[in-house]
């Protein structure tokens, strides 16, 4: 449609005059026109016959439109009316009186003062929309107007032309991807992953808005191509053409998080671009125009070289404050470090960005006035759509640091930055580096500067331990972070394959207490969780590893931890266990292992709220835990507290619906409170359908209907009984069967026999509910007494 095709001027669609032609785009024409009924000028789109040439793409178009109508925002361009006049489908707009941006971009790109300034209306514009389910999915330089005192305005929300992606896709500038294999967008401005064929959501307008920052500071979009299929290589699989040396590396930084091919990777909404932006507009105005508050870009090559090695001071691999003169530091008593990326452009290298993460957090959690999310909990956040609010509110901290690690050659960097979650602000960002063999200094560079950055006093045993890093050997260094990984995916068979990369690191560096510490937790693991190694074997290896730890560097948590957990559960040395988990949480107080295997021996000596409380810090620190929500529901059961053991079992499944020994947990708790529906109903479910648990589970409902509790438990110990050689069970088991059918005698006599195979179950006797029937007894008071010199004080001393 041009203007001599379209209505005359003069003429009216519907009670809209037409008095100029505007231009002309993809959908249609643009007009000036008169509302005859408001008296006011409006922009007229009057949409060509072809965009609309179905009923399906007509009613699309007037849904999207009326969702475009309900935005009021002082920078979008407000939608008036969807309409139809005869066969002429039209919108009315809002006039905004200027030129396009893209008219609006010298040749040499924008002063950077102007595009921030100008960015940040762009980004608050998509915020707005972001926050209200709205995503643009179009946004380019022309779809920008900017009115003569620099107001910008973002026109055409949910708007685009909408063709198939073969045939006039080559004939297009505008494509429209509302429907499966339909793209919508303009080719220069469209990311990746819709390239792909996935379906669009706030980053990709992200995307765009990285485009259109490019666009700006240079004069020339970041992608092209001979042709449109060459483009879509270039966007796909290309880096952007390099900025120059001019742009601040703030800004170059800024561009690249938005550019970013991974969506995750990006802002998530535009309130997370308009604080970026916003926080280099103040490092501006305070002298520090090339501060970097996201500098994360796609790889480490091209821009990524520019953007983090710019401004590095001397010796120190300190990237110099960005925010100079900020005085407003903010002191923060809980913060969460969300994984940092892994800007290698190598997926094989997750593990090292992931082992960097948990190194940072290990070093910030041995502030004692600083709470610090455990690893466990915020890796469920790695590459996660949710908003920086949502995922602060979810780990309930105050402020989140977000970043990345880079290893080129010989050097590793590290850029991280605060956020103050409750207002959006980026507060600070620095980037780090050093020689890989100082990797360990280098994170106490970043601990320490946080820590001062939030005004928290680290104590001089912290000081003196993150200031004595040793150099490490790289090759064992890296062994060592691929076995804590394999370590972190809980698995018999990844544990394994964690054992291995330590006992590969040790034989390189035999001294490093790292190594056997490593080794001495994934025994833990083995034992106490998986329950594939024998427990007298496994904790022999628990605490010959920790020992080894704690002689090269008494100063490891995580030895005093596993060397704890082998004196308790295997050693039956509860006095000793507990002086390693006290030396551990004074090491590092927010190490909630710690605080599990504490609260494990604090409730086997009967010392319930003691170790309640243990729980509820663990899981303050770890809320995405299964093994500590787990252990907590164990705790409340010990403590006869069944409703709020439920509750925590539940807390549990809904972190790994499908864990076996929180719903065999969960069905002793209903077993104990006497809800035999509720523990059938869970047999049901849950049982194997191999090796007989479904026929299982239906006659122990039948023996309950018959006879009631009795049928359910002689049904139970009857299965028990007759799989004794395919699926053996501890004598705590057996005992635990025996004192529910009534047989005390045999049960105790199986208590007897787990005394002396020195079963570890033994170490609850005091405390499990399933023996109360028991009490009574003197050979169970009697066993009870031999238990004793084996546990904490019934009340501390």
């Given at each position: 449609m041009d203007s001599s095709s379209g209505p005359p001027i003069g003429s009216m669609i519907s009670h809209y005059r037409i008095l100029s032609h505007l231009g002309t785009g993809g959908m249609g024409a643009v007009y000036r026109a008169r509302d005859e009924r408001l008296d006011r000028d409006v922009a007229l789109k009057v949409l060509l016959a072809e965009s609309v040439d179905d009923v399906t793409a007509r009613a699309r178009l007037v849904r999207e439109a009326r969702m475009a109508s309900s935005l009021n925002h002082p920078h979008i361009a407000h939608v008036y009316e969807v309409g139809e006049d005869g066969e002429r489908l039209f919108i009315a707009m809002e006039l905004?009186?200027?030129?396009?941006?893209?008219?609006?971009?010298?040749?040499?790109?924008?002063?950077?003062?102007?595009?921030?300034?100008?960015?940040?209306?762009?980004?608050?514009?998509?915020?707005?929309a972001h926050e209200r389910g709205v995503i643009h999915r179009d946004l380019k330089s022309a779809n920008i107007m900017i009115g003569p005192d620099g107001w910008v305005k973002v026109l055409d929300f949910g708007l685009a032309k909408r063709l198939p992606l073969k045939g006039k896709a080559e004939e297009t500038q505008d494509i429209n991807l509302t429907a499966t294999g339909i793209v919508m967008g303009t080719p220069n401005y469209l990311?990746?992953?819709?390239?792909?064929?996935?379906?669009?959501?706030?980053?990709?307008?992200?995307?765009?808005?990285?485009?259109?920052?490019?666009?700006?500071?240079?004069?020339?979009?970041?992608?092209?191509?001979?042709?449109?299929?060459?483009?879509?290589?270039?966007?796909?699989?290309?880096?952007?053409?390099?900025?120059?040396?001019?742009?601040?590396?703030?800004?170059?930084?800024?561009?690249?998080?938005?550019?970013?091919?991974?969506?995750?990777?990006?802002?998530?909404?535009?309130?997370?671009?308009?604080?970026?932006?916003?926080?280099?507009?103040?490092?501006?105005?305070?002298?520090?125009?090339?501060?970097?508050?996201?500098?994360?870009?796609?790889?480490?090559?091209?821009?990524?070289?520019?953007?983090?090695?710019?401004?590095?001071?001397?010796?120190?691999?300190?990237?110099?404050?960005?925010?100079?003169?900020?005085?407003?530091?903010?002191?923060?008593?809980?913060?969460?470090?969300?994984?940092?990326?892994?800007?290698?452009?190598?997926?094989?290298?997750e593990y090292f960005a992931d082992g960097m993460t948990e190194e940072l957090i290990t070093d910030l959690a041995s502030i004692p006035s600083l709470k610090v999310i455990s690893r466990t909990s915020v890796m469920r956040f790695k590459n996660a759509k949710e908003s920086l609010r949502d995922i602060a509110r979810s780990l309930g901290v105050e402020a989140i640091i977000e970043g990345s690690v880079q290893r080129a050659g010989d050097r590793?960097?590290?850029?991280?930055?605060?956020?103050?979650?409750?207002?959006?602000?980026?507060?600070?960002?620095?980037?780090?580096?050093?020689?890989?063999?100082?990797?360990?200094?280098?994170?106490?560079?970043?601990?320490?500067?946080?820590?001062?950055?939030?005004?928290?006093?680290?104590?001089?045993?912290?000081?003196?331990?993150?200031?004595?890093?040793?150099?490490?050997?790289?090759?064992?260094?890296?062994?060592?972070?691929?076995?804590?990984?394999?370590?972190?995916?809980?698995?018999?068979?990844?544990?394994?394959?964690?054992?291995?990369?330590?006992?590969?690191?040790?034989?390189?560096?035999?001294?490093?207490?790292?190594?056997?510490?490593?080794?001495?937790?994934?025994?833990?693991?083995?034992?106490?969780?998986m329950g594939s190694v024998p427990q007298r074997e496994g904790m022999a290896k628990v605490k010959e590893y920790a020992g080894r730890a704690l002689a090269a560097d008494e100063s490891v948590?995580?030895?005093?931890?596993?060397?704890?957990?082998?004196?308790?559960?295997?050693?039956?040395?509860?006095?000793?266990?507990?002086?390693?988990?006290?030396?551990?949480?004074?090491?590092?107080?927010?190490?909630?292992?710690?605080?599990?295997?504490?609260?494990?021996?604090?409730?086997?000596?009967?010392?319930?709220?003691?170790?309640?409380?243990?729980?509820?810090?663990?899981?303050?620190?770890?809320?995405?835990?299964?093994?500590?929500?787990?252990?907590?529901?164990?705790?409340?059961?010990?403590?006869?507290?069944?409703?709020?053991?439920?509750?925590?079992?539940?807390?549990?499944?809904?972190?790994?619906?499908?864990?076996?020994?929180?719903?065999?947990?969960?069905?002793?708790?209903?077993?104990?409170?006497?809800?035999?529906?509720a523990a059938l109903d869970l047999l049901e479910k849950y049982l194997p359908k191999e090796d007989g648990g479904k026929a299982q589970a239906a006659r122990m409902r039948q023996a309950y209907m018959a006879r009631g509790p009795a049928g359910y438990w002689q049904t139970a110990?009857?299965?028990?009984?007759?799989?004794?050689?395919?699926?053996?069970?501890?004598?705590?088991?057996?005992?635990?069967?025996?004192?529910?059918?009534?047989?005390?005698?045999?049960?105790?006599?199986?208590?007897?026999?787990?005394?002396?195979e020195h079963v570890g179950d033994m170490l609850f006797i005091r405390v499990e509910p399933s023996f109360d029937p028991l009490r009574g007894d003197p050979r169970f008071q009697a066993l009870v007494r031999r238990m004793d010199p084996h546990l904490l004080p019934a009340r501390p001393s």
């Open positions: 905004v009186e200027g030129r396009t941006l893209r008219a609006s971009i010298p040749a040499a790109g924008m002063h950077a003062e102007t595009l921030l300034r100008q960015g940040a209306q762009i980004a608050d514009a998509l915020a707005y990311p990746p992953e819709v390239l792909s064929g996935e379906p669009a959501d706030a980053r990709g307008d992200i995307w765009a808005l990285g485009v259109v920052l490019y666009e700006m500071v240079s004069g020339k979009l970041p992608f092209s191509g001979g042709s449109l299929g060459g483009l879509w290589e270039a966007i796909l699989n290309g880096a952007p053409s390099p900025l120059t040396r001019r742009v601040p590396v703030g800004i170059q930084a800024l561009i690249g998080r938005c550019l970013a091919k991974d969506p995750g990777r990006r802002y998530r909404q535009g309130n997370e671009a308009r604080a970026a932006i916003e926080a280099l507009i103040g490092a501006s105005a305070s002298g520090g125009a090339g501060g970097v508050p996201r500098a994360v870009w796609v790889t480490g090559a091209g821009i990524a070289a520019v953007a983090l090695a710019w401004a590095v001071a001397l010796g120190t691999g300190v990237v110099r404050n960005p925010f100079p003169g900020r005085a407003d530091r903010t002191r923060f008593e809980s913060l969460a470090v969300l994984p940092l990326a892994n800007l290698s452009g190598d997926p094989g290298q590793v960097r590290i850029t991280a930055q605060l956020i103050e979650v409750s207002r959006d602000r980026h507060l600070w960002a620095r980037s780090f580096e050093r020689d890989f063999r100082d990797v360990l200094a280098l994170q106490s560079d970043v601990a320490r500067e946080i820590a001062k950055e939030i005004q928290l006093q680290i104590s001089p045993q912290a000081t003196a331990r993150l200031a004595s890093r040793r150099p490490i050997n790289p090759e064992a260094y890296e062994l060592y972070l691929k076995g804590r990984f394999e370590w972190n995916r809980l698995t018999d068979e990844s544990v394994r394959k964690g054992i291995e990369y330590f006992e590969r690191a040790l034989a390189i560096d035999p001294g490093d207490a790292r190594y056997n510490s490593g080794l001495a937790d994934a025994y833990v693991v083995l034992v106490q969780v948590a995580e030895a005093h931890s596993s060397m704890a957990a082998a004196l308790f559960f295997g050693d039956w040395n509860s006095v000793e266990a507990e002086r390693h988990l006290l030396r551990a949480m004074e090491l590092n107080p927010g190490y909630s292992t710690a605080r599990l295997i504490y609260s494990a021996v604090l409730s086997a000596a009967g010392r319930i709220d003691e170790a309640i409380e243990q729980d509820r810090r663990a899981i303050e620190v770890d809320p995405w835990s299964l093994l500590i929500n787990w252990n907590a529901s164990g705790t409340f059961f010990n403590g006869h507290r069944y409703d709020e053991a439920v509750a925590a079992a539940r807390r549990a499944l809904e972190i790994e619906p499908g864990s076996v020994f929180v719903r065999s947990s969960m069905l002793r708790v209903y077993e104990q409170k006497g809800d035999y529906e110990l009857h299965f028990r009984v007759s799989h004794a050689k395919s699926n053996p069970a501890s004598p705590v088991a057996y005992a635990f069967l025996y004192t529910h059918v009534g047989d005390h005698a045999r049960a105790i006599d199986y208590l007897e026999r787990a005394f002396e």
